[in-house]
């Protein structure tokens, strides 16, 4: 059954997602704090463990990969749903240091992996 | 003709599929047939996705009623759970191999960002440090732009040029790397954690991802999660006391 992949992978998320909130009302901060990247932890552990005892079927991974290929388009739908005239029209101070900032963080990001790379020889 | 407009208005969830899947096909034509392949098509099919956004406003396309399904489609839910979906087979190992640099990149990222925000709301002469760190919190993604905003009692304006900030750097981590990637040198997995705890911006690091390899998008898509959830602890409670100490002083 397809859908008991995609139930798997839906309990992983709402796991993530009380974790990101615990943490949110832990620090009173409003918001979901690293949820999504809970819930990947717990989606990760939890299917290598299933694997190791062969509980997951292909037909769980047919569900599962359903959505893993729905990433692209909703990736690009999420491009569709940008604020993107605010973004370029509301004011210099948004545009210069957002584009900065992502600039010289290419620059550290190149400097890192450089670091990253010296490391593994 | 109302009758049929009525139909494509009723069923917008649907009608997004087709449009995401003419969007790909035009892009796929284009890169392929016309670039040949020198520019992914995916990177073409996302700049498209933003140049439509542009004809409407705070919801980019989603405001005009009969692409009002892309707001489903592209919103936070879909885009969270088929993120998480993509980690199904994602290795640990990969992930614990990178665990000093990713959890320093994503420190050293998120600091990083925020002095370059301080640094230029001060330079457009914002001297109040709730504005200062409303307007460096959106530098680092735009989800925390808000999140400090209220926690500090900063204007509407200042919020929404916090997220304009934001949205920016998704535009430009989304168009830009994966033109550059050979210069930035995203190639493994481990480089693509760094990528996304620097970087920070789920939306744009996952785009810009998905158009490099998209092997390599739980990857970065893990640390830029990360980065968001850390952002919004530090920034409202120990970068915003730090930096009104600082301009007190």
Known sequence: MKIYGVAILAACYFAGLIIGELLGSLF?????????????????????????????????????????????????????????????????????????????????????????????? | ???????????????????????????????????????????????????????????????????????????????????VSTAYGASMVEIKKAGWVGVISLF???????????????????????????????????????????AVGASSEIITLSIAAGVVKVLIVSVATPLFKRLIGIESKTSAMVFGGVMGTVSGVSAALASINPKLVPYGALTATFYTGIAAILCPSVFYPILKWILMA
Request: proline residues 2%.
């Open chain 2, 108 to 150: 050293v990222g998120v600091f990083f960002n925020f002095i370059v925000g301080v640094a230029f709301a001060i330079l457009f002469g914002y001297s109040n440090p709730g504005d200062i760190a409303t307007l460096a919190s959106g530098t680092c993604t735009f989800i925390v732009g808000p999140i400090t905003g209220n």
């Open chain 2, 1 to 83: 003709m109302d009758a049929v407009y009525q139909m494509f208005l009723k069923n917008g969830f649907v009608l997004s599929f087709l449009v995401v899947g003419v969007i790909m096909l035009v892009t796929q034509f284009i890169s392929q047939k016309i670039l040949r392949n020198k520019i992914p098509g995916v990177a073409l099919a996302i700049a498209l996705g933003l140049i439509l956004a542009s004809f409407g406003g705070k919801t980019g396309i989603a405001d005009i009623p009969l692409f009002s399904g892309m707001a489903l489609l592209g919103g936070s839910m879909l885009r969270d759970f088929a993120i």
């Open chain 1, 28 to 121: 009173g901060v409003k918001g979901n704090l690293g949820g999504v990247g809970f819930a990947m932890l717990f989606f990760i552990l939890l299917t290598d463990w299933m694997n190791k005892k062969n509980k997951i079927t292909d037909e769980y991974a047919a569900g599962i990969s359903f959505w893993t290929s729905l990433y692209i388009p909703i990736v690009i739908a999420m491009a569709s749903i940008q604020n993107v005239n605010a973004a370029i029209n509301s004011g210099a101070v948004a545009l210069v240091s957002g584009t900065v900032a992502t600039v010289l963080s290419f620059v550290l990001i190149r400097f890192l992996i450089s670091l990253l790379k010296q490391e593994g020889e």
